[in-house]
């Protein structure tokens, strides 16, 4: 069983920057592949970024470019910093961990990540 909780959502302004924290426990915390998705109101949540245990990334296209998605092994942390931000970024962010296979096929399928946090919502106003 793997907890992983998220920290670091607020109220920003559009152009503002946010950094979201997503703790993991586990001693093989080094080995995950971890993933951010979010839902906003009124619709299907949806993948923001991966993160391999290599450290290769992936990148939904909404937010390629604005978003860096990245991990700290020693901390059991992955990050994920948010620049530009919009309005259209508002929803509540979680951090998932996962399940282990089929990872090129199925890092952005949220039905691939068996270990959820509760979510941290980020509110951009215009």
């Known amino acids: 069983q793997v907890q992983v909780v998220e920290s670091g959502g607020g109220l920003v302004q559009a152009g503002d920057s946010l950094r979201l924290s997503c703790a993991a426990s586990?001693?093989?915390?080094?080995?995950?592949?971890m993933g951010w998705f979010r839902r906003a109101p009124g619709k299907e949540r949806e993948f923001v970024a991966a993160?391999?245990?290599?450290?290769?990334?992936y990148y939904a296209d909404s937010v390629k470019g604005r978003f860096t998605i990245s991990r700290d092994n020693a901390k059991n942390t992955v990050y994920l910093q948010m620049n530009s931000l919009k309005p259209e970024d508002t929803a509540v962010y979680y951090c998932?961990?996962?399940?282990?296979?089929?990872?090129?096929?199925?890092?952005?399928?949220?039905?691939?990540?068996?270990?959820w946090g509760q979510g941290t919502q980020v509110t951009v106003s215009s």
């Open positions: 993160i391999h245990w290599s450290a290769n990334t």
């Open positions: 998932a961990s996962h399940g282990g296979s089929y990872w090129s096929s199925s890092y952005y399928r949220h039905g691939a990540y068996n270990y």
């Open positions: 586990g001693r093989a915390f080094s080995n995950y592949n």
